[in-house]
């Protein structure tokens, strides 16, 4: 077993692994339109990975996720023996203060355990246009010679990474490990299952993990529709008050 500690003012974070991890890691973590997150969770489902540790968090306001009456940890890593990835689902929202320690302990646990490379799937709330629906990568010079050729994915422009991102690409510029992320636009509905499915894409593109964006294409049309719906009702329901107060 394989733990790592690391505090701060506001929270400790035990990374707990019961097995001898691949050496590529896969993450993605509860954030503005759990883009992200939603793709690693698409990834385990469709790569039918199994549990094979988890991430515990002290001092800090935390969740305890359930489905169909069966509790589980908020934050889990899963992997399977014939496939070289590791993939990271944090379902609790980690404030920005307590952010950099969670992805130290995640940092300290891959030097500790033999992991070289380590990509986040994060979606960024920027302005954008209907041409800006792709994904781009901000990594480490080894990331993008060894992953990056013939991918199609850009370079984000400029600008910095903080909290999670910025502790991992840091990380990455001073150390051994390839680091990534691989980010794309998301819009406020939550989730953002198109930037999900885009994310998706672009790890498969560099990984040939053999998954399929569609059902998340699917899903998300689904959302858009159930939205579509609720805005044309409410609209109809503001007409309906108008009516009754001037008519």
Known sequence: MAETIRTSPDATF????????????????AEFGMAGLTAADSLVDQLDLEQTGHITADRLPAITPFSEGIARHHTRLFSRPDLDVTVLVGELFVPMPAAAALAESVLD?????????AAVLSGVPMAHGPGEHRSFYVA????????????????MGGGFLDGINGTLMAR???????????????????????????????????????????????????????????????????????DMMFG
């Open 14 to 29: 035990d990374v707990i692994h019961d097995a001898e991890p691949p050496a590529t890691l896969l993450a993605g973590f």
């Open 140 to 155: 480490t010079e080894e990331y993008r010679e060894r992953r990056l050729d013939g991918v199609d994915i850009e370079a």
């Open 172 to 242: 990455g510029i001073d150390s051994p490990l390839d680091a990534c992320v691989l980010t794309t636009p998301v819009h406020p509905l939550a989730p953002d299952a198109e930037a999900a499915a885009r994310l998706l894409e672009t790890a498969d593109g560099i990984y040939d993990l053999g998954v399929d964006a569609e059902p998340l294409r699917s899903f998300a049309a689904e959302v858009r529709h159930h939205y579509e719906s609720l805005a044309d009702h409410v609209e109809r329901e503001d007409h309906r008050y108008d």
């Open 109 to 117: 646990w891959t030097e500790a355990n033999g992991v070289t490379e």
